[in-house]
């Protein structure tokens, strides 16, 4: 049974050493220590009696793709970590597929993963609409196309999104890692060594997270395993435990941390199986990404992962107590595919069945257990899978605490910036969350439009679990409720559902109206992928005080997806083109990557104008200072020649740590200064995560050096005097 303790000597709640605070959690009082926060993460060292092995500064606990994203990060910024993954095997079952713009922007960082992932996913011909049908080889009553013009000609990103299964992506990031130093180990694999630092670099397979016990410089892990028939377990030290250990997440519970939203939104049954004939078939008479099925057979939704190679994951609804998942066998599920595609491939083969609940949830805290548990990805957060917002999110989550972890093992910030993670992310989670299930009832729309109103659905389970439920058997009310939901399917027949039948005629002109208008399951955001701007955190809003966020929710409320790019403080840098000066190198980069991704840096980026260089040496000096890396990026305008470029040669020394660029403005505008709508005399500091924490105008700053003190000291959370 997993438990969680405070720092002790001999019993699970005792504490020494320190001045303790009782906690309440569970109905439990639980007595935690008061301690300097990370001593074990900066030093990476530890203490006396049951401390006296050296600690890992971080163990991650759960290897999917957001703990795996996160482990390459900490490692390339030099942080040692391990990863426990309680499955002896990576899962092969396609999860999340959808890749959106941010995402990939991160991924172009990682050492070239986007570009992989651009090779390997199928072409986007393939999977570009979501297709309405009675069956995959029957009538098509819509179909909507998710991709635009500007996507390809990569306007406001300088990626496209991709369709790539998570177990794929699982299989690159392993790849990514081995090439980095990590090694994927067995219980049998480790040995026996009691040395933390033993396993670093390391994911630990067949490992689960079982206690977490904080002491007074870290956290205790157990972590058990199965070793020659015989579960054992490990004990790990840490300064930190980061939990991406998913929806069903066990550092969560451990930690005490509750979720709030709405559960149960809806029961599926997932049945991944493979028929290339069936992929040859859609590829040729209508490729897509998403079949939506309804017939008076069956209705389920085809999420096709992979039509070249005839890859597959089928989603089904499902009602307990009447309808168990243990009635979905092979048998029954290949059954339900024929009923979907009207013909009966020869080469069906399922390969896994699971059943899973929709909920749409968020935790009430990313930090917890004395600042020593941090919880990302689906273990903060759990969405409906309308929108792909599940697994974006988590990366995204991964991108924003890795560096301000980075800069808290090296001493540069405060603890506290860790606090920023949560003010930052969780926001968005509880935004994104909503939007989800906005984009969730959306998809409902269709079914209802046909005369298959899910919440009638809903309410038929209702009644008969509160009047059937306690007085006849079960298998009895699952002939009930099967039959009635016979009786709706009625709905989907061809007599009713045609064009020269009134009645279905006026439902198929009102599906056609709702994809037109875009009214149905959305795939892109761009306004909130891309748009989406923190309010408080590691960054100093003054300048854009007036605008907050529950203004910006209320603004994409009206559902506007069009991306604005904005250059105020939180907001992710907008893109354009640029092409380095005064070098041989002709080649065309992204403003994004003024920002470089190995390593946690800073950006100011200036126009070359005089009030603008003093704020970056002023900058220059004070990051020297405080061992902060950090870089100048002076925008010139297209066509601007050497003998001017150089003057940023002498206004700069002895500084070398900047760049010029030459800015590649797309009609309308023309200049980046202008896409933002800001004028030449903006500075904007970027962070490592390509998110603007500061911007002002030149002119307006008296005294360069206190100014750039002020901000720095805010956004990195400095205490100590500057």
């Keep these: 049974m997993p438990s969680i303790a405070g720092a002790g000597g001999g019993g699970l709640f005792s504490v020494h050493r320190a001045v303790a605070s009782w906690r309440l959690r569970g109905g439990r009082r639980i007595l935690l220590p008061q301690r300097p926060l990370y001593s074990s993460l900066a030093a990476g060292g530890g203490g006396r009696g049951d401390d006296a092995t050296p600690h890992l500064p971080v163990v991650i606990v759960g290897a999917g793709p957001v703990g795996l994203v996160l482990s390459f990060l900490l490692a390339k910024f030099g942080i040692k970590c391990a990863v426990l993954e309680k499955n002896v095997e990576f899962t092969r079952h396609p999860r999340a597929h959808f890749i959106n ?72 990031l392993l790849k990514k890692l081995e090439d980095i130093g990590f090694q994927a180990c067995l219980p049998d694999e480790i040995g026996s060594s009691t040395q933390d630092l033993v396993l670093e670099n390391k994911i630990l397979m067949g490992h689960e997270c079982s206690s977490i016990k904080v ?105 307990p107590p009447q309808q168990m998942f243990e009635d979905f066998s092979t048998k029954v599920c290949e059954e339900i595919i024929v009923k979907l595609v009207g013909w009966e491939p020869t080469d069906v083969h399922v390969l896994d069945i699971k059943p899973w609940a929709m909920h749409a949830e968020v ?22 899978p309308a929108g792909g917002f599940g697994m974006n999110t988590g990366v995204q989550d991964a991108h924003n605490l890795a560096w301000k972890l980075c800069l ?29 299930v906005e984009n969730f009832k959306a998809a409902m729309s269709i079914p209802s439009t046909l005369g298959l109103d899910p919440t009638v659905a809903n309410s038929v389970h209702q009644v ?57 399951l959305q795939l892109q955001f761009p306004a909130e ?17 007036e605008t907050t966020y529950e203004a910006e929710k209320q603004k994409h409320s009206k559902r506007s997806r069009e991306y604005v790019p904005s250059a105020k403080a939180g907001s992710r840098l907008p893109h354009m083109p640029m092409r380095a000066l ?53 925008i010139w305008p297209r066509g601007s020649v050497d003998a001017k470029v150089k003057g940023s040669r002498s206004q700069l020394a002895p500084w070398t740590n900047y760049v010029d660029v030459e800015e590649i403005p797309r009609a309308p505008v023309n200049s980046w200064w202008e896409m933002c709508q800001i004028t030449r005399k903006s500075v904007i500091l970027v962070r490592p995560d390509e998110h603007i924490a500061w911007r002002t105008e030149s002119d307006r700053v008296g005294d360069a050096d206190s100014e750039v003190r002020r901000v720095f000291s805010k956004v990195v959370c400095i205490t100590r005097p500057i």
């Design 101 to 172: 713009n941010r995402t990939m922007e991160i991924f172009r960082k990682l050492d070239g993963l986007a570009g992989d992932i651009e090779k390997s996913q199928p072409p986007v011909d393939l999977w570009r609409k979501f297709v309405y049908c009675t069956s995959l080889s029957g009538s098509i009553l819509g179909s909507v196309d998710h991709m635009k013009q500007e996507d390809f000609d990569k306007v406001i990103s300088p990626i496209s999104v991709a369709h790539f299964s998570q177990h794929k992506l699982v299989d690159l």
């Design 363 to 384: 935790a009430e805290k990313y930090i917890g257990c004395d600042n020593r548990i941090i919880l990302v990805g689906d273990a903060a957060h759990r969405f409906p």
């Design 408 to 436: 808290v093992q090296n001493g540069v910030a405060s603890p506290s910036i860790l606090q920023t993670y949560e003010s930052e992310r969780r926001p968005v989670a509880i935004f994104n969350t909503e939007l989800s």
């Design 464 to 520: 008969i679990n509160s009047t059937l439920g306690s007085v006849i058997p079960r298998k009895l009310q699952k002939t009930v409720l099967e039959g009635l939901f016979s009786i709706g399917r009625a709905q989907l027949s061809d007599y009713i559902l045609n064009e020269k039948n009134p009645l279905g005629s006026s439902r198929l002109a009102r599906l056609r109206s709702i994809l037109d208008e875009g009214k149905s």
């Design 582 to 634: 005064s070098t041989s190198n002709e080649a065309v980069f992204s403003t994004l990557d003024l920002v470089t991704g190995d390593k946690p840096e800073f950006a100011l980026i200036i126009a070359p104008l005089k009030e603008s260089y003093e704020l970056a040496r002023a900058l220059l000096k004070i990051v020297d200072e405080f061992k902060i890396s950090a870089k100048i990026c002076v």
């Design 529 to 545: 992928d891309l748009g989406f701007r923190y309010e408080l955190g590691a960054l100093d809003a003054e300048d854009c005080a």
């Design 215 to 319: 002491t007074d410089s870290g956290v205790l892990i157990g972590a058990s395993f199965n070793k020659a028939g015989r579960m054992q377990e490990r004990k790990i030290r840490c300064g930190l435990v980061l939990g991406t250990d998913g929806a069903r997440s066990t550092v969560r519970e451990l930690a005490g941390i509750h979720m709030k939203g709405q559960r149960d939104l809806q029961k599926l049954v997932s049945v991944h199986f493979l028929s290339r004939e069936l992929g040859k078939y859609l590829s040729r008479e209508r490729p897509g990404m998403l079949f939506f099925i309804f017939n008076p057979d069956a209705i389920g939704v085809l999420v096709a992962h992979d039509l070249e190679h005839g890859e597959f994951v089928l989603q089904i609804p499902f009602y």
